[in-house]
């Protein structure tokens, strides 16, 4: 008689067996299940542990008036914080970093230093996991580390877009001709970052960073949507000195979106020789661009354009005749005598002009 594997020919019994090996294969899998449970609340509760320590420590150095007086807690901080602890001590003092201003921050960032947290960061910008990688440009950023710019600059390139953009913007608040150069040189080539990213660089580029852009605006595609942003931000700086290089732009022919953005920044800037080439674009057969051109004009504040805005107050266009109003009002007396003129007509330029005239009142 066959008495089947392990001696068990009963289907009865096969059940027992198969139940019985479940049910370790349940105590094994809940065991691991506990285990893993236990080991990150442990992980947990030292974190909170250490962290407690750290706070006391580091407001303890920083509350001291003088550099010898600090010693005592820059030394405890240097035995509390073990290696294996350093990227979170680096991810708790992050905090810190980004608040403090002046004498105090500068101290934290040597005592950092002296932590050796800087070697670290620059260590881990190379690291595989591109979330390493994108802690380590934060650290790097908040350090404020002129040594840490070529390392830097590298991680511009990088293929991930996070470890890129911040890397970038820790070059510009670094500053710097290297730094800002490679950022400059990074905006005209990546076309993954988007316009907030692009935005907040730019705005904490400064001076340096700026003049790099303005001579990189030839070297954009007047396509790219990158391209509008810069202008815009041009004009939203007020950087005087782009408005040749916006002018000589929009003299050369560019698509619709892009003549717009120029016409807004030249009538930010307030740049005068202008005037001739955006009286030009109040004719323009694009009402978006005949709407912007107007409201340059009066921005600029040329009274020589009056008669030009006066033959916009007639355009088929609500919003060109709505904008030459505003520019109007805005050259003062020779402008305001237009409106009141008009106003007293019947057709559609009176309307605006009694528009803006009554919020003049207001």
Same mark, same amino acid.
């Given at each position: ?168 913007? +820790? *070059?510009? @608040?670094? =500053?710097?001709?290297? #730094?800002?150069?490679? /950022?400059?040189? &990074?905006?005209?080539?990546? $076309? ?72 807004? +920044? *030249?009538? @930010?800037? =307030?740049?005068?020789? #202008?005037?001739?080439? /955006?009286?030009? &674009?109040?004719?323009?057969? $694009? ?76």
């Amino acid at each position: 008689m066959d008495s089947g594997w392990f001696g068990i020919s009963d289907p009865t019994g096969w059940a027992l067996l198969a139940v019985g090996n479940l049910s370790a294969l349940a105590a094994v899998l809940t065991l691991c299940a506990f285990l893993t449970w236990h080991r990150g609340t442990e992980q947990h509760r030292r974190r909170m542990v250490n962290r407690h320590r750290w706070q006391r420590l580091v407001l303890e150095y920083l509350s001291a008036p003088t550099e010898d007086l600090r010693m005592p807690a820059a030394n405890q901080l240097r035995e509390a914080v073990r290696a294996s602890e350093r990227h979170d001590f680096a991810g708790f003092v992050l905090g810190y970093l980004r608040n403090l201003r002046g004498t105090e921050a500068d101290s934290l960032r040597e005592l950092l230093r002296s932590l050796g947290l800087l070697d670290l960061a620059r260590r881990e910008l190379k690291a595989r996991n591109p979330w390493r990688r994108a802690s380590a440009a934060q650290l790097l950023d908040a350090m404020r580390a002129p040594e840490s710019v070529p390392d830097l600059v590298r991680a511009v390139q990088d293929r991930s877009v996070l470890v890129s953009f911040l890397s970038a913007s +820790a *070059l510009v @608040r670094i =500053g710097g001709e290297e #730094a800002c150069a490679a /950022v400059a040189e &990074a905006l005209t080539r990546r $076309s993954d970052w988007n316009p907030s990213q692009i935005k907040e660089i730019l705005l904490g580029g400064g001076p340096h960073l700026t003049d790099r852009l303005v001579s990189l605006l030839d070297r954009c595609d007047p396509n790219e949507e990158k391209t509008k942003l810069l202008v815009e931000l041009l004009g939203i700086l007020r950087y005087g000195p782009a408005a040749e290089t916006l002018l000589v732009l929009l003299r050369r022919g560019c698509p619709e979106e892009l003549r717009v953005s120029i016409l807004r +920044a *030249l009538g @930010r800037l =307030g740049y005068a020789p #202008a005037g001739e080439v /955006v009286r030009a &674009a109040a004719v323009d057969p $694009s009402w978006v661009v005949r709407s912007q051109a107007v409201l340059a004009l009066g921005r600029i504040g040329d009274a020589s354009c009056v008669p030009v805005l006066e033959a916009a107050l007639a355009d088929d266009q609500y919003w060109v005749r709505f904008n030459a109003a505003l520019a109007l009002r805005s050259l003062g007396e020779a402008g305001r005598l237009v409106l009141a003129r008009v106003s007293g007509e019947a057709h559609a330029a009176a309307i605006v002009a009694r528009e803006v005239l009554l919020e003049d009142a207001a």
